[in-house]
């Protein structure tokens, strides 16, 4: 189970996500991720009202990290979708060129280090769909061979599960309780590595529906190095959701 909260500390006013979660043992744990989203595992027993006060006693704490994370994002640039600027693909550089033809039919492909992108018009607003476009079908292409490959490997799936793609700001994945998977494609631009992470995190969800000590043991088990995987992927998190 699940609820929406505030922080409210000073002129703050921080929303965050409570959990309450069945395994936790007696304590409350606060994460601010890189993104500047708050959530609160908490152990069941624990009413609102004990839990917002426990929040309010970390307040400072809560406010800091959060301050930090969104800085980072204010720093960012928007795309502005011309030759020359850097598009990420698979962890790995490559530079946007883009070379208009009015005749052809719009589309996008890597030769060598280069995005070639020929859009009908050279203005951002036709290259950024084109783009866009790519980063889907290279993101869908990506995830379903990987959720195969993944499904054969893992003993708890017996048919790999649908999966869709959505655009999300603060999420690499999600699993349904249904079992359905969703993706985001922005995540086709991090290192091969960081994909797989999330890929078998959703994936282990099919067998654990929570964020319990089983299901990391899971993930240990599976992909030992995970955690490195994660932190490289929160680390460059603004980089990956820039558009
Ligand atoms: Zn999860």
Sequence with gaps: MSYQATLTYGDYRIPYRVNADPRKSSKIAIHVDPDGSVTVDAPPE?????????????????????????????????????????????????????????????KAKLRGNKLIVTPRQSDSEAVQPIVRAWY?????????????EKSQELP??????????????????????????????????APR??????????????????????????IDRNLPGWRSHKSLLDNMVEHLVAQ
Excluded at 63 to 83: I, M, Q, T
């Design 136 to 148: 889907r079908s290279k993101a869908r292409d990506y995830y379903a061979r990987l959720i195969d």
């Design 46 to 106: 624990y009413d609102a009202s004990q839990v917002s006060k426990a929040v309010l006693r970390r307040a400072r704490w809560v406010v800091s990290n959060v301050e930090d994370a969104n800085n980072r994002f204010r720093h960012l640039r928007p795309k502005r979708y011309v030759s020359g600027e850097e598009v990420l693909y698979l962890g790995r550089r490559y530079m946007l060129r883009v070379e208009p033809d009015a005749d052809a039919k719009p």
């Design 156 to 189: 708890w799936i017996t048919t790999p599960p649908p999966f869709r793609l959505q655009d999300m700001t603060r999420q690499w994945g999600s699993c349904s309780p249904g079992g359905s998977i969703l993706l985001n494609p922005h995540l086709i631009k």
């Design 193 to 218: 590595p960081c994909i797989e992470y999330v890929v078998l995190h959703e994936l282990a969800h099919l067998k654990h529906h929570d964020h319990s000590p089983e299901f990391f043991r899971l």
